[in-house]
């Protein structure tokens, strides 16, 4: 990537089963080291130059930082062909639940405020 790129924050939510054995699995995953290579390979390869996710009890927050050329169809479709990625997502597919105002999983948020927005 070049310093001329642009990029842009997207943020995500999810929830997890309200469950300490399930949390402790989903964060286990995610140690360094534990997520497939494929995984951050793919994410990589299609444009997401960060992504993280924070918790909060049972409520997932992602935030990625992605290139003006991020397709998340693109990824879907590249993971859709590669086992490791389709074990991954039955996997985190077992420890998440789509939040109840959803019917897509990790459905988008939409910005409130921003600080450098005022004043």
Known sequence: ????????????????ADDAAVIADYEAAHRPGATPAEVIDVQRRNGIHELEIYRHA??????????????PAE???ESAT???????????????????SSDVDWPEA????RQTDHY
């Open 58 to 71: 049972n409520r997932l927050v992602m935030i990625m930082t992605v290139t003006e050329d991020f397709d």
């Open 82 to 100: 590669v086992p490791a990625l389709i074990e991954w997502h039955r996997r985190m597919g077992t420890l998440q639940r789509r939040p109840a």
């Open 75 to 77: 990824i879907d479709r």
């Open 110 to 113: 939409l910005p409130v405020f």
């Open 1 to 16: 990537m070049t310093e001329a790129a642009t990029l842009r924050r997207i943020v995500r939510v999810q929830d997890l």
